[in-house]
């Protein structure tokens, strides 16, 4: 699976903007997907997840209630709808794909099963 994300770009606080992921390949239905990001000096976190049955969504806490993510199986994409940005919300966003059909909050958020990575797409939140 190849992944293509796009979307980000320079907002100021409170302002919005959706991510994008596009995938070429195999089955889409069948992954899990995921987004995630790295700031500069941090590590890689876990932002958003969704199954590929049912479309269950998990979200790390700082963005619950801002952030929405959902996707689309026969444009084969993954979306990230992000709103009330704040400047600690910039970062390097990354899609990731899991295609291990595995389900549950604990192994969605992790990167462990997510084989599949987009390039990153830079968010940048000015105060």
């Known amino acids: 699976v190849q992944l293509q994300a796009s979307g980000g770009g320079l907002v100021q606080a409170g302002g919005s903007l959706r991510l994008s992921c596009a995938a070429v390949?195999?089955?889409?239905?069948?992954?899990?997907l995921g987004w995630f990001r790295q700031a500069p000096g941090k590590e890689r976190e876990f932002v958003a997840g969704?199954?590929?049955?049912?479309?269950?969504?998990y979200y790390t806490d700082s963005v619950k209630g801002r952030f929405t993510i959902s996707r689309d199986n026969a444009a084969k994409s993954v979306y990230l709808q992000m709103t009330s940005l704040k400047p600690e919300d910039t970062a390097v966003y990354s899609c990731?794909?899991?295609?291990?059909?595995?389900?549950?909050?604990?192994?969605?958020?992790?990167?462990?099963?997510?084989?599949?990575w987009g390039q990153g797409t830079q968010v940048t939140v000015s105060s």
């Open positions: 990731a794909a899991d295609p291990s059909r595995k389900t549950g909050a604990s192994w969605i958020r992790s990167s462990i099963g997510y084989d599949y």
């Open positions: 390949g195999r089955v889409f239905s069948g992954l899990n």
């Open positions: 969704i199954s590929f049955a049912g479309g269950l969504t």
